[in-house]
């Protein structure tokens, strides 16, 4: 920088005098600055060692082969360093991130490579062994928690045959691996993982399972030729493998078992009563909507037995306009269903979501006046004015169907009473 090269230069020159350093350390600054600039959230230094040191090829991991954290560092020219207070370790600085992604050709294939390392590790004699029912890795395995939960993503973005091996001697069986509890336990998605019992962990989670979450298409296709699969077995939350491609968007995972004669595609959880559909238009994958839709065994309008949720409550509640457009299109599904004591209008009404109420009232058969079942009984319009959701309030009050002065059954009130106490509210 000091010679007027810039930021980007200064990076450029650095990079260029770590592959030129002799023996082993150009190779463990290159794979350690890769790891760092390519995981899926930071590492912590000992899941940087422990990635570093893994041979693909070899079946168990080698202490010898774990290099030192200094030496990784001094590898790195300064590029990768370790916040002391968390250990974790990240680029110097974040333009550097930048800076490498301008080049492609700097890395070959590293999502690739990382996928084999940790499908790799996740095969490893020490690691098979493993009680499936531990709550956390051991101190001993650090890098299995992150092996766990994203060799996934990582492989979705470039499926080698060396990969595709490791990967189905893993899936081979599932739900007997540790891998599998780590899963629903950690990562980004955890708290939309089903419940399972503490003492046995995630039973029935297969590798069937495993490869529809994933959504990884080239090993979806090799699973399933695998063995012979109960396509529609529930894993410990209820969920089939295809409520899982379903309600997580992989469309060519749901379309390679919608194209089998033996799958249930209505199929709902045990304990959530969540069908594929459901799980789609709760998260608003539209295309695997469309795909549902168009089969007839599929009921549009099923709702789950607990609650009531029905795929366009639910679509509604989760702000998804495009699904939601999709299923008032189809006249079995019954705009005025309700759930939790309201319907998708008063639900929408309460939270202020302006285009779903328009798209609500567009339907002919649609009850504007239809209160809280078994709640306060209040309306569309009373929880628009209590809420303040003026646009709103303005929609329903143009329309010749609507009572304004409809009061709820539990104190009452009618919209004009809420808006009244509503204002003295805010003066007080």
């Not at 040191?53 to 790195?76: F, I, K, M, Y």
């Amino acid at each position: 920088m000091t010679q007027g090269n810039g930021l980007s230069g200064a990076y450029t020159a650095t990079i260029s005098r770590l592959r030129a350093q002799q023996g082993y350390k150009s190779v463990l600054g290159m794979k350690a600055l890769m790891w760092v600039s390519h995981t899926q959230r930071p590492l912590q230094a000992e899941e940087l060692v422990h990635a570093l040191g893994v041979e693909t090829g070899t079946t168990d991991l080698d202490s010898d082969n774990l290099p030192a954290l200094r030496t990784v560092l001094a590898s790195c020219l300064g590029l990768v360093t370790v916040e002391v207070s968390s250990s974790t370790v990240r680029l110097v600085h974040f333009s550097l991130q930048e800076h490498l992604s301008y080049d492609p050709t700097l890395f070959h294939s590293p999502h690739s490579e990382i996928a084999e390392v940790c499908l790799t590790y996740l095969n490893f004699g020490s690691i098979r062994c493993l009680s499936p029912t531990l709550v956390e890795a051991p101190a001993t395995a650090p890098l299995l928690e992150y092996a766990s939960v994203y060799w996934g993503r990582h492989t979705g973005r470039g499926v080698t045959e060396n990969i595709k091996r490791l990967a189905l001697r893993l899936l081979d069986r599932f739900d007997e691996h540790i891998s599998a509890r780590l899963l629903f336990l950690g990562g980004p998605d955890r708290y939309a993982y089903p419940y399972y019992h503490p003492e046995t962990g995630p039973t029935g989670f297969t590798g069937l399972h495993g490869v529809a979450f994933f959504g990884i298409v080239e090993i979806a296709a090799a699973v399933l030729d695998m063995k012979e699969w109960n396509i529609n077995a529930a894993d410990c939350g209820g969920n089939t493998a295809l409520s899982w491609a379903a309600q997580r968007g992989n469309d060519g995972v749901v379309r390679m078992l919608l194209d089998r004669e033996d799958v249930n595609p209505s199929l709902a959880e045990t304990y959530y009563g969540m069908a594929p559909l459901r799980g789609a238009a709760r998260n608003g994958h539209e295309g695997v909507v469309k795909m549902l839709l168009e089969r007839r065994d599929v009921d549009p309008d099923q709702a789950d037995s607990p609650f009531g949720w029905t795929p366009l409550w639910c679509a509604a509640e989760s702000g998804h306009e495009g699904v939601v457009r999709m299923l008032l299109e189809r006249k079995d599904v019954n705009p005025n269903h309700a759930a939790f004591h309201l319907t998708p209008l008063a639900l929408m009404a309460k939270k202020g979501n302006v285009g779903v109420v328009k798209m609500l009232l567009e339907r002919t058969d649609i009850d504007p006046n239809q209160g809280d079942a078994g709640g306060s009984g209040r309306t569309p319009l009373s929880w628009a004015v209590k809420n303040g959701h003026e646009g709103i309030v303005k929609m329903l009050l143009e329309r010749n169907d609507v009572n304004p002065d409809q009061a709820d059954t539990f104190f009452g009130w009618t919209p004009l009473w809420l808006a009244a106490g509503v204002a003295i509210s805010w003066l007080v």
